[in-house]
């Protein structure tokens, strides 16, 4: 009999691709049993219907719940989801709404203790937020995955930063509250690892041939016109089933929240007994090779 892990992806789809590439490898996983989706980021709603429509051209009907589309403190950032232009070329639900992320996240959490895998793969204000409510939650997860941060000072220096480090800098202090809560296993990804992950479409051609992926490709096509395809979230989805593909660091994880240059920056410290893992190396080509066996 095949094991299954029950999953809760948090998500701001609708913008980078790998979102999308993410939440297609989730539904074609024979040993995910996708719990729920829930929506972070500027226009929170139309990101679950982005969602919705590629669950539904996978033939899959996985609960969906709109979340904060705006992060804990003000803020003159609002990122919309460019993607979401493409939604009239695929059928997706409408009514989506807001702000009801947090109950169902703590709800199913509750329901199952021990045995939800949480995969954030976008800012962190639902997460924070469900921490907050219920201060108990983090231990009752089975783990918690997330792709956030930078860990190489030689990436912290490009041009980029600190805003390239997106999921931690759209957030800060919600992802200052993540990295101050405790959760079984607590493993993130970084750009230090995912940035090795750029796959050029001409590089596998058939990747987009099936009606699940070209709807991927539909929605991601505003960001592949103006940045390459790279993999970020999709590694920390397929550690959760195959976490040789990484080799990893344990040690503590401090968020910046005070220094303007700095937003969000994630510093690492190893320490064999710290509450935190970090992804230190991936084996391209094997995760490649285990991505495309799935969705393809």
Same mark, same amino acid.
């Given at each position: 009999?095949?094991?299954?892990?029950?999953?809760?992806?948090?998500?701001?789809?609708?913008?980078?691709?790998?979102?999308?590439?993410?939440?297609?490898?989730?539904?074609?996983?024979?040993?995910?049993?996708?719990?729920?989706?829930?929506?972070?980021?500027?226009?929170?709603?139309?990101?679950?219907?982005?969602?919705?429509?590629?669950?539904?051209?996978?033939?899959?009907?996985?609960?969906?719940?709109?979340?904060?589309?705006?992060?804990?403190?003000?803020?003159?950032?609002?990122?919309?989801?460019?993607?979401?232009?493409?939604?009239?070329?695929?059928?997706?639900?409408?009514?989506?709404?807001?702000?009801?992320?947090?109950?169902?996240?703590?709800?199913?959490?509750?329901?199952?203790?021990?045995?939800?895998?949480? &995969?954030?793969?976008?800012?962190? #204000?639902?997460?924070?937020? +469900?921490?907050?409510?219920?201060?108990?939650? *983090?231990? =009752?997860? !089975?783990?918690?995955?997330?792709?956030?941060?930078?860990?190489?000072?030689?990436?912290?220096?490009?041009?980029?930063?600190?805003?390239?480090?997106?999921?931690?800098?759209?957030?800060?202090?919600?992802?200052?509250?993540?990295?101050?809560?405790?959760?079984?296993?607590?493993?993130?990804?970084?750009?230090?690892?995912?940035?090795?992950?750029?796959?050029?479409?001409?590089?596998?051609?058939?990747?987009?041939?099936?009606?699940?992926?070209?709807?991927?490709?539909?929605?991601?096509?505003?960001? &592949?016109?103006?940045?390459?395809? #790279?993999?970020?979230?999709? +590694?920390?989805?397929?550690?959760?089933?195959? *976490?040789? =593909?990484? !080799?990893?660091?344990?040690?503590?994880?401090?968020?910046?929240?005070?220094?303007?240059?700095?937003?969000?920056?994630?510093?690492?410290?190893?320490?064999?007994?710290?509450?935190?893992?970090?992804?230190?190396?991936?084996?391209?080509?094997?995760?490649?090779?285990?991505?495309?066996?799935?969705?393809?």
């Amino acid at each position: 009999m095949r094991t299954t892990k029950k999953v809760l992806l948090d998500t701001d789809i609708g913008g980078d691709i790998d979102d999308a590439l993410c939440l297609a490898y989730l539904l074609r996983h024979p040993s995910c049993e996708l719990m729920g989706i829930t929506t972070v980021s500027g226009e929170a709603e139309r990101r679950a219907m982005v969602a919705d429509a590629i669950c539904r051209a996978a033939g899959r009907h996985i609960p969906i719940m709109a979340g904060a589309d705006k992060p804990l403190l003000p803020s003159p950032v609002y990122p919309t989801p460019d993607g979401a232009s493409r939604l009239s070329n695929w059928e997706h639900g409408t009514f989506f709404p807001s702000y009801q992320a947090v109950d169902f996240m703590r709800k199913v959490i509750r329901d199952h203790p021990h045995e939800i895998s949480l &995969l954030a793969v976008g800012q962190l #204000t639902n997460v924070a937020v +469900l921490f907050l409510t219920d201060p108990e939650i *983090p231990m =009752l997860l !089975k783990e918690l995955h997330v792709m956030s941060g930078v860990f190489s000072q030689e990436l912290e220096a490009s041009a980029d930063m600190p805003m390239g480090n997106w999921n931690s800098w759209a957030d800060p202090h919600a992802s200052a509250i993540v990295y101050n809560t405790q959760a079984p296993i607590h493993i993130t990804y970084g750009l230090n690892v995912t940035t090795q992950l750029v796959l050029q479409k001409d590089e596998r051609p058939d990747l987009f041939r099936s009606r699940l992926m070209r709807c991927v490709e539909d929605f991601g096509t505003p960001w &592949l016109e103006r940045h390459h395809m #790279t993999f970020h979230d999709p +590694l920390a989805a397929a550690c959760l089933f195959e *976490p040789g =593909l990484c !080799k990893y660091r344990r040690g503590l994880v401090e968020v910046d929240t005070v220094h303007v240059d700095r937003w969000g920056m994630m510093s690492f410290r190893e320490d064999g007994n710290g509450l935190y893992t970090i992804a230190s190396s991936v084996d391209r080509d094997a995760f490649f090779a285990h991505y495309f066996s799935v969705v393809c």
